[in-house]
């Protein structure tokens, strides 16, 4: 099955302590992105990938990292997450660069205290 | 600062009427745009794109662009309740490297 999966769905953790949500697709896709979505504010673009070792800053870069090693891999890291981080997390991936048809990961719902 | 509008609602339709969605877009360069449906703790999914000025038909649902206006609407005839969802409308620039969100139009259809 096509899918784009992420992990942990659920995290709850303390300020300052490094995670890292996974995410990964099966669908032998270039492009792949990462968004944070909050109340009243939509979906904002944190990173995107546009092949292995291609990332680039999104509208909301600033307390994130990613990294792309493997085509089907794109995790994102925060390394001293904040309160202020708490949001729920969509990691996504399309065919190529041009084609925008993204498909969505189930999201990962992280509160930090 | 790229900014794509959408009315938040609630929008409420009764079942089997049309729902009409819109969107407005800042960035002339924009050229690919999308409609997203979200239920209420889900991810979003994809349920139209349009590349072109004109109408897009697929089933029950029609995509309509105007470049000239900046303007994107979200046509549902015959809605159902399980038409009830957040939906996001999505443009992406020239370079197709971003793809921008609204911040969503609630819809309601009740039965």
């Known amino acids: 099955e096509a899918q784009v999966t992420q992990n942990p769905r659920y995290l709850i953790t303390v300020t300052g302590k490094k995670l890292t949500v996974t995410c990964s697709q099966n669908m032998n896709h270039e492009y792949m992105s990462w968004y944070r979505q909050d109340p009243g504010l939509g979906l904002r673009q944190i990173y995107y990938s546009m092949n292995v070792e291609v990332t680039d800053k999104g509208d909301v870069p600033e307390g994130y990292k990613v990294s792309r090693k493997e085509k089907r891999n794109f995790p994102l890291i925060l390394e001293s997450p904040s309160p202020n981080q708490t949001s729920l997390y969509f990691c996504?991936?399309?065919?190529?660069?041009?084609?925008?048809?993204?498909?969505f990961g189930p999201g990962t719902r992280l509160t930090v205290t | 600062q790229k900014e794509v509008e959408q009315n938040s609602g609630p929008l409420s339709v009764p079942e089997g009427a049309i729902a009409s969605l819109n969107c407005t877009y800042s960035d002339r360069g924009s050229q690919s745009f999308f409609w997203y449906r979200q239920y209420s703790g889900k991810s979003p999914e994809l349920i139209m794109f349009?590349?072109?000025?004109g109408d897009k038909e697929d089933g029950r649902f029609t995509a309509q662009l105007n470049k000239a206006s900046q303007y994107v609407s979200l046509l549902i005839r015959d809605s159902q309740p399980s038409d009830s969802a957040t939906y996001l409308c999505?443009?992406?620039?020239?370079?197709?490297?971003?793809?921008?969100f609204g911040s969503g139009t609630q819809l309601t259809v009740l039965p």
């Open positions: 999505a443009a992406s620039s020239g370079s197709a490297r971003q793809l921008t």
């Open positions: 996504a991936s399309s065919l190529r660069q041009g084609r925008f048809e993204q498909y």
């Open positions: 349009i590349y072109s000025n």
